[in-house]
C-alpha cells in the first residue's frame, strides 16, 4: 500500500526506485511468523479508502487488552489475536497511549514487526500521563507535548512513523488549528503519515482541515450510538475524509453476550455505564432481537448485522471491532461478507426509530469531553 511506505526511506531511495528496484526491496519484505517457519499470509482482503489512506475494509481495534473491559489479557495472547486477525485480511491496527496506558501500544508494536510494511498503524495522543507513574493529569495537545508523546510512542510501536495519528480528545485550551499545524509539522518531518481528530463535531472539522486535510474522524457510532449520522459523517462525505466508528459493536453489546448484568468479569468499566444497568440491559435487548431477524437471513449473528449495516451507510466507514478472542475475531470479520439489501437496512433503521433506548450513552464526565455534543 503507498500510504504505507516509510516517507524518509522513500525521498532517499526515490531515485533506486524510479530505476525499478522496487521488486527487490518487495521481496525481500516477506515476513514469518513467530516462529520463521511459514509466510504469514493475509487472506481475503477488503479495503476502504479514509481520504487518500488505504486500510482493510474492518479495522482491529486493541484497546480491550489492557483497558476498560475484563478479563484483560497478557503480551502473549495480545500478539498471538494481532497476528491471526492479519493472517484474515485485517491490516488496519488501532491503538492509543492511553491504553494500558502504554501497554496496548508495545502489544502492537510487537506483534506487527515482522510484517510492519504490510499494515496501517493508527494511534492517539491528547492525555497528560506521567510516564513513570502512569498517572493521567487530564488532557494535554500543546505542541511541544505532542512531539514528545510521537518520540515515545515510536518506540513503544517499534517503527520510524505512524501511519494515522489522532487526537484522542478535544484539549478546548490549544486551538484545534494550532494542533493541526502541529501534525502538519510532523507529516512533513516523515513522523507521522496522516492525521485525525477522535470524538470531534462539524466545526472542529472545518476548521481542522482547513490548515491541513484530515484523513479521519473517529467517533463512538454503532447500532444505538448515532451521534455522527446527521452531522458529522455528512461532512467526511463532503470533504472526502474517512469515518472510523469506534465502539462499533456497542461495546460489545450487539454481540448479544449481555442479558442480565451479571455477565461481567470484576473491574470492568462497562457496570458503570448507564445503558449496561441490569434494567436497561433488559430494555435494550429488543435492538438485538431486531439485528437477530436481519441475521436469520444470512446466518449471521446480530454483531456481524450490526457491523454490516456500518458498511453499508457509506464506503469510507471502517469499523474497528476489537477482541481478545480468535472466535470472536472470526465473527467479526465474517460481517465483510455480508451484504445487507436496501430493505434490510430500511428494516433496522425503521425499528431503531420506533424504539426508545434506555440510558444514556455514557457518564456526564466522558460526554464533558467529547465535542460531539457541541457542535
Not at 239 to 265: D, Y
Request: proline share 5%; net charge positive.
Amino acid at each position: 500500500m503507498k500510504d504505507n511506505i516509510n516517507r524518509r526511506d522513500f525521498i532517499a531511495k526515490s531515485t533506486l526506485i524510479a530505476a525499478g528496484l522496487a521488486v527487490s526491496n518487495s521481496a525481500l519484505a516477506s515476513v514469518f511468523n513467530e516462529n520463521n517457519k511459514k509466510v504469514m499470509s493475509n487472506k481475503n482482503k477488503q479495503t476502504r479508502k479514509l481520504g487518500l489512506l488505504e486500510v482493510s475494509a474492518l479495522g482491529f481495534g486493541a484497546m480491550g487488552f489492557c483497558w476498560f473491559y475484563q478479563p484483560q489479557v497478557n503480551k502473549e495472547a495480545a500478539i498471538k489475536v494481532l497476528r491471526e486477525a492479519y493472517e484474515q485480511g485485517i491490516t488496519f491496527f488501532d491503538t492509543a497511549e492511553i491504553y494500558g496506558p502504554f501497554i496496548s501500544e508495545e502489544f502492537v508494536g510487537e506483534a506487527l514487526a515482522p510484517i510492519r510494511d504490510k499494515v496501517v498503524i493508527a494511534t492517539k495522543f491528547g492525555f497528560d500521563i506521567n510516564p513513570e507513574s502512569k498517572q493521567i493529569n487530564g488532557l494535554s495537545s500543546k505542541p511541544e507535548h505532542i512531539r514528545k508523546v510521537v518520540e515515545a510512542q515510536l518506540k513503544r510501536l517499534k517503527t520510524d512513523r505512524i501511519d494515522l495519528l489522532y487526537q484522542h480528545r478535544l484539549d478546548k485550551t490549544i486551538p484545534i488549528e494550532e494542533v493541526a499545524g502541529t501534525m502538519k509539522d510532523l507529516i512533513q518531518e516523515g513522523k507521522i503519515l496522516h492525521y485525525g481528530l477522535s470524538e470531534v463535531g462539524p466545526n472542529t472539522i472545518r476548521k481542522a482541515h482547513a490548515v491541513h486535510p484530515v484523513t479521519a474522524i473517529q467517533n463512538e457510532f454503532s447500532f444505538w450510538t448515532r451521534n455522527s449520522e446527521s452531522k458529522v459523517i455528512p461532512i467526511c462525505e463532503e470533504l472526502g475524509i474517512g469515518f472510523v466508528p469506534w465502539s462499533p459493536l456497542g461495546m460489545g453489546f450487539f454481540t448479544g453476550r449481555f442479558k442480565t448484568g451479571k455477565e461481567f468479569a470484576p473491574n470492568d468499566y462497562r457496570p458503570n455505564l448507564p445503558r449496561f444497568t441490569p434494567e436497561a440491559i433488559r430494555h435494550n435487548y429488543a435492538l438485538v432481537d431486531l439485528l437477530a431477524s436481519v441475521g436469520k437471513l444470512y446466518d449471521a449473528t446480530p454483531g456481524q448485522v450490526n457491523l454490516a449495516w456500518q458498511l453499508a451507510k457509506k464506503p469510507f466507514i471502517v469499523p474497528i471491532p476489537g477482541t481478545t478472542l480468535s472466535s470472536h475475531l472470526k465473527e467479526n470479520i465474517g460481517a465483510i461478507n455480508l451484504k445487507l439489501s436496501i430493505e434490510d437496512i430500511k428494516k433496522l433503521d425503521d425499528g431503531y426509530a420506533t424504539f426508545k433506548v434506555m440510558g444514556e450513552d455514557t457518564t456526564p464526565q466522558l460526554k464533558a469531553q467529547s465535542d460531539v455534543f457541541n457542535n
